[in-house]
């Protein structure tokens, strides 16, 4: 078999109760013992049906299990019933200010409902309403604070966005829907400053026993939301703490998704696909390790197997490393070493070494398919 190291096992995962998002073989379960899930958010205008659905397939197709789209105005509202129907991942309808959008979207078929405490005071007749109608229609709720629009109130008493305040405020709005026995919540608490989202998280976490939806929000470009959401999710989900995660950056939502699987992946909460180990290099490299491992990285894409490839500079730490995974490579004198499942099958020149490995790397991923 492959020789693969198992994981150190994280905390225990928190025991959080288990909703459902989506119906049928749409469905994704969200808390309970159900893998962490990733989600995403569209940027296209919701009524432009097409782009629309476009977007929510590339998102798809790169790996995204739930899907948010904004709901601001009535030609969005009345674009939901198509994009439900057609997305091939439930689709969760966004909405801020409008009671009214809400009841479109749970008619709309729409797997379910976020709804921003923020705003819930303005629609505080109408809690009943939404509780009975989601209950109803089995869709479940997103209860999501966000720093930026802090329910006023809790903004005065506290000063700020603090972590207390936003939970708060989450407990609060959840609190508005029990009284109406509506329990099929999930809750978010973000904030641009993962030190001040973790402790929120942390918070809620032992307030609570919904599932939780993590996000650091407004966390930047592409480089620096990574950095926030990898450090912050990667906290709490080694507590146990967390259920679906949504990285936000500002860039494309398909490379959202990849950094939210790949966190996922590093904290050994998801089966790895391709895995590349690569040395740093140093004054001992005899090989351009950076050109390598990119060569190695991009004729392996797409690889649907899970694989370890060692790329490494020199022969120091080079056999070891190789020697540990599923294939690799040593440089040294113009020349590598190939390793596969931990011993040396070939010596190759320096330039043949790419090839050769995505030739072995295939041979590999043909034997693990047929296995
Ligand atoms: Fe340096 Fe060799 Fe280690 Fe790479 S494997 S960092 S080249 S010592």
């Known amino acids: ?9 994280l905390a225990q995962r928190r025991k959080s109760r288990q909703i459902v998002v989506g119906r049928g073989d749409k469905a994704v379960p969200v808390g309970g ?5 990733v989600q995403s958010m569209t940027t296209t205008v919701t009524a432009d049906v097409n782009a629309t659905l476009q977007q929510i397939a590339e998102l798809t197709a790169a790996g995204c299990q739930i899907v948010r789209v904004a709901v601001p105005s009535q030609d969005d509202a009345d674009a939901l019933p198509i994009i439900a129907k057609k997305s091939q991942i439930p689709v969760i309808a966004d909405i801020h200010f409008q009671p009214k959008y809400v009841f479109a979207a749970i ?7 976020r709804v921003n405490p923020g705003n819930i005071k303005k629609f505080d007749d109408k809690v009943k309403e939404i509780a009975q109608a989601a209950s109803d229609a089995g869709v479940p709720i997103r209860i999501g604070v966000n720093a930026g629009s802090l329910d006023p109130r809790l903004l005065k008493k506290y000063g700020r966005p603090t972590a207390e305040a936003l939970v708060e405020s989450a407990l609060w709005e959840a609190s508005l829907f029990e009284e109406h026995g509506f329990r099929d919540i999930k809750i978010s608490v973000k904030h641009n400053d993962p030190v001040v989202m973790i402790n929120a998280y942390r918070m809620l976490a032992e307030q609570c026993d919904y599932p939780l939806h993590l996000g650091v929000t407004e966390a ?4 620096q939301g990574t950095i926030k959401s990898a450090v912050a999710f990667g906290a709490l989900l080694a507590e146990g703490i967390g259920d679906t995660i949504r990285v936000s950056l500002s860039a494309p939502p398909v490379e959202e998704v990849k950094v ?7 904290l050994g909460l998801r089966e790895r696909g391709l895995e590349i180990v690569s040395c740093p290099s140093c004054g001992r490299a005899q090989v351009d ?7 190695v990285t991009a004729g392996l894409e797409g690889l649907k197997v899970p694989l370890r490839v060692a790329v490494m500079g020199c022969v120091v730490n080079g056999p070891g490393e190789a020697r540990e995974a599923d294939l690799g490579v040593a440089s040294g004198n113009g020349k590598g070493q190939i390793f596969v499942k931990g011993e040396v099958v070939k010596t190759v020149p320096e ?18 398919e047929a296995a």
């Open 1 to 9: 078999g492959m020789p693969t190291i198992p994981p150190r096992p």
């Open 33 to 37: 013992d159900a893998p962490v899930s």
């Open 107 to 113: 008619d709309a078929g729409c797997a379910a409902v």
């Open 220 to 223: 930047g470009p592409a480089f």
């Open 260 to 266: 939210g699987i790949a966190i996922l992946e590093a």
């Open 289 to 295: 390790v950076y050109k390598l491992a990119e060569e």
């Open 351 to 368: 330039s043949k070494i790419v090839e050769t490995l995505i030739e072995e790397a295939l041979k590999i991923a043909e034997e693990m």
